[in-house]
């Protein structure tokens, strides 16, 4: 993850923290604090973010970069359980995409 990059998501995940503690905001029903535990980047574009609760409980968040656009920028969710085994089926299938794809990068592909 370059610098810029990082610090645009440390900056991003304290806004979250601040907006996500908001005791009046909308489905926080136990009127919980956020404060960030732990930043864990993945790959260069992606990070966990563990926030810890004043309950004592945790959070995970998935922070992902868009790099063009008109969205670009840190954007996040907070995946279920379902989601993440959804991500892990993917995978497979953006695997076998990426082999396709392989061939058409050459000329004889066309032929």
Same mark, same amino acid.
């Given at each position: 993850?370059? &610098?810029?990059?990082?610090?645009?998501?440390?900056?991003?995940?304290?806004?979250?923290?601040?907006?996500?503690? @908001?005791?009046? @905001?909308?489905?926080?029903?136990? &009127?919980?604090?956020?404060?960030?535990?732990?930043?864990?980047?993945?790959?260069?574009?992606?990070?966990?973010?563990?926030?810890?609760?004043?309950?004592?409980?945790?959070?995970?968040? +998935? +922070?992902?970069?868009?790099?063009?656009?008109?969205?670009?920028?840190? @954007?996040?969710?907070?995946?279920?359980?379902?989601?993440?085994?959804?991500?892990?089926?993917?995978?497979?299938?953006?695997? &076998?995409?990426?082999?396709?794809?392989? &061939?058409?990068?050459?000329?004889?592909?066309?032929?």
């Amino acid at each position: 993850m370059n &610098k810029t990059v990082a610090q645009e998501l440390e900056a991003y995940v304290s806004d979250v923290a601040e907006r996500y503690s @908001r005791t009046d @905001r909308e489905q926080n029903f136990n &009127k919980e604090t956020f404060v960030v535990k732990e930043i864990i980047p993945m790959t260069d574009m992606t990070a966990t973010v563990i926030f810890e609760k004043n309950t004592g409980k945790q959070a995970a968040f +998935f +922070f992902y970069y868009l790099s063009k656009g008109w969205l670009k920028g840190w @954007r996040y969710f907070v995946p279920t359980d379902s989601h993440i085994l959804g991500m892990q089926s993917f995978n497979n299938y953006k695997l &076998k995409v990426e082999n396709n794809n392989y &061939k058409h990068n050459f000329d004889y592909a066309n032929s």
